[in-house]
T-cell receptor, first 114, second 113 residues
Framework: KAGVTQTPRYLIKTRGQQVTLSCSPI?????VSWYQQTPGQGLQFLFE???????NKGNFPGRFSGRQFSNSRSEMNVSTLELGDSALYLC?????????????FGPGTRLTVL | SQELEQSPQSLIVQEGKNLTINCTSSKTLYGLYWYKQKYGEGLIFLMM???GGEEKSHEKITAKLDEKKQQSSLHITASQPSHAGIYLC?????????????WGLGTSLAVNP
């Protein structure tokens, strides 16, 4: 089985722009979670989608949004980028939503905001 | 302070030595994940512990969950350069299907040949 894929792997944007990141889960997995990882804060939960519905949400501003499509692929959007949004964005897929199921992570998208 | 504390923050060991990484929660644990991450890359799943006293092994890595102490430890026996990386623990804080996952800041491991 192919693993979780994320595109693009690297991205450079300037303040004020917006960005869309994509995540394709493992075949058969219906849950996709998004995380932001920075050296100081570690791994911070953004949101989780299951069957096209947002199931859980972390404490991030409304500039961060996401969606999931019928094929379970997910996108994450960040509008009005700020310097502090520079981070590694990881998505993880699992077969269940919210349950004690293993999450499998993609390689991440490294976003740099100038 | 972090809800999930990992110690030590970083570790340098000589190849062949044993080492232990700890993960301590300030709240009740309903499960705990261990992952390994190479710098700037995704997380690789190592193992998940769900029951108090549970112990799992994968090759030379063993993890235990002590529910009473709200702590898990990851032990690597006879370390190798391939073990180098960042080890992250993730804790399940809610029982049932409304999982809340929090993460430690990671332990950076270097293994000198």
């Amino acid at each position: 089985k192919a693993g979780v894929t994320q595109t693009p792997r690297y991205l450079i944007k300037t303040r004020g722009q917006q960005v869309t990141l994509s995540c394709s889960p493992i075949s058969g997995h219906r849950s996709v979670s998004w995380y932001q990882q920075t050296p100081g804060q570690g791994l911070q939960f953004l949101f989780e989608y299951f069957s096209e519905t947002q199931r859980n949400k972390g404490n991030f501003p409304g500039r961060f949004s996401g969606r999931q499509f019928s094929n379970s692929r997910s996108e994450m959007n960040v509008s009005t980028l700020e310097l502090g949004d520079s981070a590694l964005y990881l998505c993880a897929s699992s077969s269940l939503a919210g349950g004690p199921d293993t999450q499998y992570f993609g390689p991440g998208t490294r976003l740099t905001v100038l | 302070s972090q809800e999930l504390e990992q110690s030590p923050q970083s570790l340098i060991v000589q190849e062949g030595k044993n080492l232990t990484i700890n993960c301590t929660s300030s709240k009740t644990l309903y499960g705990l994940y261990w992952y390994k991450q190479k710098y700037g890359e995704g997380l690789i799943f190592l193992m998940m512990l769900q029951k108090g006293g549970e112990e799992k092994s994968h090759e030379k890595i063993t993890a235990k969950l002590d529910e009473k102490k709200q702590q898990s430890s990851l032990h690597i026996t006879a370390s190798q350069p391939s073990h180098a990386g960042i080890y992250l623990c993730g804790a399940v804080l809610n029982a049932g299907n409304n999982r809340k996952l929090i993460w430690g800041l990671g332990t950076s491991l270097a293994v000198n040949p």
